[in-house]
């Protein structure tokens, strides 16, 4: 009646990768983590989390250069809102430029 629930072992988890280094218009940003998302109308806008604040990310328009261990993503985007939560510091940005080389 009250057993135990098994596991579905058929649930695929979605592959994710670490990433190595984060630039900003050539300066070495210290991100905990970010992600690349869709507004509510559709736009994709990336969020990077960071402990402090970052002074390379005030500009109205940022170049990032992302590293993972498999491919090198170049993204622009323009500066949307900064967001304080406990701990970090959330800058949003609206992207208007995106591409992704393999290494």
Same mark, same amino acid.
């Given at each position: 009646?009250?057993?135990i629930k098994k596991?579905?072992?058929?649930?695929k988890k979605v592959p994710t990768e670490r990433f190595l280094s984060l630039k900003a218009n050539d300066v070495q940003i210290e991100a905990i983590n970010f992600s690349l998302t869709?507004? /509510?109308?559709?736009?994709?806008?990336? $969020?990077?989390?960071?402990r402090n604040v970052c002074e390379s990310l005030h500009y109205e328009h940022?170049?990032?250069?992302?590293?993972?261990?498999q491919k090198?993503? /170049?993204v622009g985007g323009?500066?949307? $809102?900064?967001?304080?939560?406990?701990?970090?510091?959330?800058y949003v940005f609206d992207v208007d430029d995106?591409?992704?080389f393999y290494i």
């Amino acid at each position: 009646m009250f057993g135990i629930k098994k596991k579905d072992k058929k649930k695929k988890k979605v592959p994710t990768e670490r990433f190595l280094s984060l630039k900003a218009n050539d300066v070495q940003i210290e991100a905990i983590n970010f992600s690349l998302t869709k507004n /509510k109308d559709g736009t994709p806008r990336l $969020e990077i989390r960071t402990r402090n604040v970052c002074e390379s990310l005030h500009y109205e328009h940022v170049d990032f250069e992302l590293k993972t261990s498999q491919k090198l993503i /170049k993204v622009g985007g323009v500066f949307k $809102e900064a967001i304080n939560e406990k701990h970090f510091k959330v800058y949003v940005f609206d992207v208007d430029d995106y591409s992704q080389f393999y290494i």
